[in-house]
């Protein structure tokens, strides 16, 4: 009867080693990667350019609004009613525009980001995805953002844990 417990016990411990040893996990720093990247470096001047771009009408806009709102005040006291309140409505509606651009060319910005990342996100993503499958990993972990980048199929047990806890 020892022996059979004995023989049991050591199955059961080879057993669980090797299913404990199938499970492979890594982790990569992605922000690191990108910035080794060669493509990186054209994608930030594209992404700098833009936004460039974005501050130089900005710029334009807000000179105009200057300009408007010093000859209103210089001029203020010589001008009708219907002028005056013509050129303050120009003033509020110039107000409205450039607060409006600001708001349109942050998302703007974060989307041409994105756009302009997407193609030299999914190269690395390939990368990462490659080398996994190559060399048998169940999981990958970056690291500089917290998430899994990279996992095998694995069994959801939001239900067991539902139950456990005695949630319907």
């Given at each position: 009867?020892?022996?059979?417990?004995?023989?049991?016990?050591?199955?059961?411990?080879?057993?669980?080693?090797?299913?404990?040893?199938?499970?492979?996990?890594?982790?990569?720093?992605?922000?690191?990667?990108?910035?080794?990247?060669?493509?990186?470096?054209?994608?930030?001047?594209?992404?700098?350019?833009?936004?460039?771009?974005?501050?130089?009408?900005?710029?334009t806009m807000f000179n105009e609004?200057?300009?408007?709102?010093?000859?209103?005040?210089?001029?203020?006291?010589?001008?009708?009613?219907?002028?005056?309140?013509?050129?303050?409505?120009?003033?509020?509606?110039?107000?409205?525009?450039?607060?409006?651009?600001?708001?349109?060319?942050?998302?703007?910005?974060?989307?041409?980001?994105?756009?302009?990342?997407?193609?030299?996100?999914?190269?690395?993503?390939?990368?990462?995805?490659?080398?996994?499958?190559?060399?048998?990993?169940?999981?990958?972990?970056?690291?500089?953002?917290?998430?899994?980048?990279?996992?095998?199929?694995?069994?959801?047990?939001?239900?067991?844990?539902?139950?456990?806890?005695?949630?319907?």
């Open positions: 009867m020892k022996k059979i417990i004995l023989i049991l016990s050591i199955f059961s411990f080879i057993f669980s080693t090797n299913l404990f040893c199938q499970n492979k996990f890594g982790h990569i720093h992605s922000e690191k990667l990108l910035m080794l990247m060669p493509e990186t470096v054209e994608a930030e001047k594209k992404i700098q350019e833009f936004n460039k771009m974005l501050e130089e009408q900005l710029q609004y200057q300009n408007k709102a010093g000859e209103f005040q210089a001029n203020e006291s010589l001008m009708t009613n219907v002028v005056r309140e013509t050129k303050l409505k120009e003033i509020q509606d110039l107000e409205v525009r450039i607060q409006e651009f600001q708001q349109t060319s942050q998302q703007s910005s974060q989307d041409k980001r994105t756009e302009i990342l997407a193609p030299i996100l999914e190269k690395a993503q390939n990368a990462i995805d490659q080398v996994a499958l190559e060399n048998n990993y169940t999981y990958i972990f970056d690291i500089a953002i917290g998430s899994i980048v990279y996992g095998k199929d694995s069994n959801d047990i939001t239900e067991l844990v539902k139950s456990k806890m005695g949630i319907q």
